[in-house]
C-alpha cells in the first residue's frame, strides 16, 4: 500500500468518515409489486427531494426505435385518466416545488423538490402516471415537434455534437450506447404513438423502478406512503435488461474524419471500449480506470492540462473521461482541440505518448494521494444537497450496480495500487480497442 502523509490521511479520513455516515442512513424497503425504495434521513435541508427512476433509456433501444424513451418522458407530463394536462405542473408549482425529468443511456427519471410535509402530493401524482397515463394524439405530435426540434439545437446546429454523434456511433460496435439518447432523426419522424404506449407498457411497471427520497423525513413515513399511493399500481414482470458486453473480441482500431463547413475548430475524439463498473470481471478494474482518467485530468495539476495544454501548447483545451457508473460496457475517452499552431495529427500522437506513459511506468505516489483526494472530495461534494444524494442513489441501481457500492467506494479507491492503474492501462487501453474521431475545418481539407 502506498504511503499517506499524516495531513493528508487527516484529510481523506475527514471526508470518508461523511461519506460512510451518509450510506449508513440509507433505509430500503420493496412493495409487493416490486417497486425498490430507497430513503436516506436527512434533516439537514428542511426539504424533501423524491426521485422515481424507470430501468430504461437509450440503451434498451433499437433501431427504429431509437428516441422513444426520451419521447415517452415528455408524454409523462401530458394528462392521465383523471388530470389533464399542465395540471402535474400546476400542483408542485403551487406547492413552491420544483420538478423536471431526464433520460440517460441506462434509465429515466423524474423528480420533484417540495417542502418535506408536501411528499405526499409527489407520491400522489407520480402514482398516477406510473399506471393512467393518457396518449393522446395531438399532444403527441405536438410534443414530436418540441424533441425533433431540440435535437435540431442540440445535435444538428452544432457542428461539434454532430461530430461527436458519429463517433460515438463507430466507437460502440455491438452496445445500443450507438444510438443517441434523443434518437436518429429518421426514427424520430416516423416515431408512433402506439409504439410509444407500448413501451410504456413494457417498462414503466414497479419492479422496473427505484423511489428514491432523501430530505426531512423519516423512513417509516415514506414507506407507508409509498405503499398508499404506489402499492395499487399492478405487478408486472419486469423486462430483461440487454446483454452488456460488448464483442468477446477487441474489433481492431476505427477511424472517421468529417469535415463541415460550418466548423470553426478542429477537434479530436480518442476511445477505448473497456468495461464499467457493472460489467468488469473485478471492480478493482473500473476503479484503478477512474483513477487514470484522474491522474490525465483531475483538476490543473492533472497531466493532460499540465503538460499538452500549459506545458507543450498542443492543445487550446484537453481532458481525458471515464464514466464507471453504466449498465453495459462504455468509454475511455480523451478529446481535445488543437492549439493554432498545432494540427490533430500532433495533438493525436500526443494522447498516444500519454496513453503510453501509462502503459510504461506506474504513477507516483504524489499523483495517487492528489487523485484519491479529488475523488474522495468530489464523491462527499455530491451528498451537500438531497438531490445529488438521491441521484448518486437512484443512477447505482438503475445501472444494476447497486446503491451499496456507495458504501465500498472510499475503500475501494483508496486500495488502488499504481501497478492496478498500469495494469489495466496495458490491458484495456490498447489500439485494437480505440477508436479515433476528427473533425475537420474547412481550411484543413
Not at 394528462?79 to 399542465?86: D, Q
Not at 506506474?362 to 472530495?377: C, G, K, M, Q, S
Request: glycine letters at 6%.
Amino acid at each position: 500500500m502506498y504511503r499517506i502523509h499524516a495531513f493528508l490521511l487527516g484529510t481523506i479520513l475527514a471526508w470518508t468518515s461523511a461519506v460512510a455516515s451518509a450510506s449508513d442512513a440509507v433505509h430500503q424497503h420493496r412493495l409487493d409489486n416490486g417497486l425498490n425504495i430507497l430513503v436516506v434521513e436527512d434533516p439537514r435541508a428542511g426539504v424533501v427531494t423524491s426521485m422515481l427512476w424507470y430501468h430504461v433509456g437509450s440503451g434498451q433501444e433499437y433501431r427504429p426505435l431509437t428516441g422513444i424513451s426520451h419521447a415517452v418522458e415528455h408524454m409523462m407530463f401530458k394528462g392521465t385518466e383523471v388530470r389533464e394536462t399542465g395540471e402535474f405542473s400546476r400542483l408542485i408549482a403551487r406547492e413552491g416545488g420544483r420538478h423536471n425529468a431526464f433520460t440517460g443511456r441506462d434509465f429515466t427519471g423524474y423528480f420533484q423538490t417540495l417542502a418535506a410535509d408536501r411528499l405526499e402530493l409527489a407520491f400522489e401524482l407520480e402514482a398516477e402516471r406510473m399506471h393512467r397515463l393518457v396518449f393522446d394524439d395531438d399532444e403527441f405530435q405536438r410534443e414530436m415537434e418540441v424533441i425533433r426540434e431540440e435535437r435540431r439545437q442540440r445535435v444538428d446546429d452544432p457542428p461539434q455534437a454532430r461530430a461527436f454523434e458519429r463517433f460515438n456511433a463507430t466507437a460502440h460496435m455491438a452496445n445500443p450506447y450507438r444510438h443517441p439518447i434523443i434518437g436518429w432523426e429518421r426514427d424520430l419522424d416516423r416515431l408512433q404513438i402506439e409504439e410509444l404506449e407500448a413501451w410504456y407498457e413494457r417498462w414503466y411497471a414497479p419492479a422496473n423502478a427505484t423511489l428514491v427520497v432523501v430530505g426531512a423525513v423519516t423512513a417509516d413515513e415514506v414507506f407507508a406512503l409509498a405503499e398508499k399511493h404506489f402499492g395499487a399500481v399492478p405487478d408486472r414482470d419486469p423486462e430483461p435488461q440487454p446483454e452488456g458486453r460488448e464483442i468477446a473480441q477487441p474489433p481492431g482500431e476505427r477511424r472517421i474524419d468529417v469535415t463541415f463547413a460550418d466548423a470553426r475548430l478542429p477537434l479530436l475524439y480518442m476511445a477505448f471500449n473497456v468495461p464499467s463498473l457493472a460489467t468488469a470481471e473485478q471492480p478493482e478494474d473500473a476503479y484503478a480506470l477512474m483513477m487514470a482518467a484522474e491522474l490525465l485530468d483531475g483538476g490543473r495539476s492533472a497531466r493532460i492540462p499540465t503538460e499538452l495544454v500549459r506545458g507543450q501548447a498542443l492543445a487550446s483545451s484537453a481532458g481525458a473521461r471515464y464514466t464507471a457508473t453504466a449498465r453495459l460496457d462504455t468509454l475511455f475517452t480523451l478529446s481535445g482541440h488543437p492549439a493554432a499552431e498545432h494540427s490533430l495529427d500532433d495533438l493525436e500522437a500526443a494522447f498516444r505518448e500519454q496513453i503510453e506513459r501509462l502503459h510504461d511506468e506506474p504513477p507516483t505516489e504524489e499523483e495517487i494521494e492528489r487523485a484519491v483526494r479529488r475523488l474522495l472530495a468530489s464523491e462527499v461534494y455530491q451528498r451537500d444537497s438531497t438531490s445529488g444524494q438521491a441521484h448518486r442513489l437512484g443512477q447505482l441501481e438503475a445501472t444494476g450496480i447497486g446503491w451499496q457500492e456507495v458504501e465500498r467506494f472510499e475503500a475501494r479507491i483508496r486500495a488502488i495500487e499504481p501497478e492496478d492503474i498500469q495494469r489495466v492501462a496495458q490491458r484495456y487501453l490498447q489500439p485494437e480497442r480505440l477508436t479515433i474521431g476528427r473533425l475537420h475545418t474547412e481550411e484543413q481539407s
